[in-house]
């Protein structure tokens, strides 16, 4: 006894094969009006970010490690830019290359031309090689490098 095998239509299948692919394409049009909406807001917050930040700058006048004061270092710093210079942090990058992060003065504010010094009290690791000064809220425009034979030292 032969069995029949029938398979569906051709016009069916067409017709199963584009509502398949509308289907598709309608779910992927979803998701890419709402990454498209996710991104212009996150490159939107970059851009006031950058905007905010381009003309903020800084200058180290001097590094000093203080031995007696239990291993203080004292940053004198320069606003030299536009705007205030809020909240202040170091890398510390060493010469094997770690990096370590270093709160210098969070709640600091230095306004335009004014000069002030920030202190930690922190040890002098041996291995330094050199310092990394920055802002908090600008830490890319404002950053300033240090080299480790420029850190006054006692």
Do not use: H
Not at 108 to 128: A, M, Q
Request: hydrophobic letters at 40%.
């Amino acid at each position: 006894m032969l069995i029949s095998r029938k398979g569906i239509s051709p016009l069916i299948a067409t017709v199963l094969l584009i509502a398949f692919t509308i289907t598709v394409a309608s779910i992927l049009m979803n998701w890419v009006v709402e990454w498209q909406k996710s991104e212009k807001t996150s490159v939107t917050a970059t851009s006031e970010t950058y905007r905010e930040c381009r003309f903020k700058a800084l200058r180290v006048k001097s590094v000093t490690y203080n031995c007696s004061v239990e291993g203080r270092l004292l940053v004198e710093i320069e606003n030299i830019g536009q705007g205030d210079l809020n909240g202040f942090v170091a890398q510390v990058i060493y010469q094997n290359n770690s990096v370590s992060k270093l709160i210098l003065e969070p709640d600091l504010t230095i306004r335009t031309g004014d000069v002030d010094f920030l202190y930690n009290d922190s040890l002098f690791y041996p291995g330094l090689s050199s310092l990394e000064i920055s802002t908090s809220d600008c830490p890319l425009t404002t950053k300033q490098s240090v080299q480790v034979n420029e850190i006054t030292k006692c």
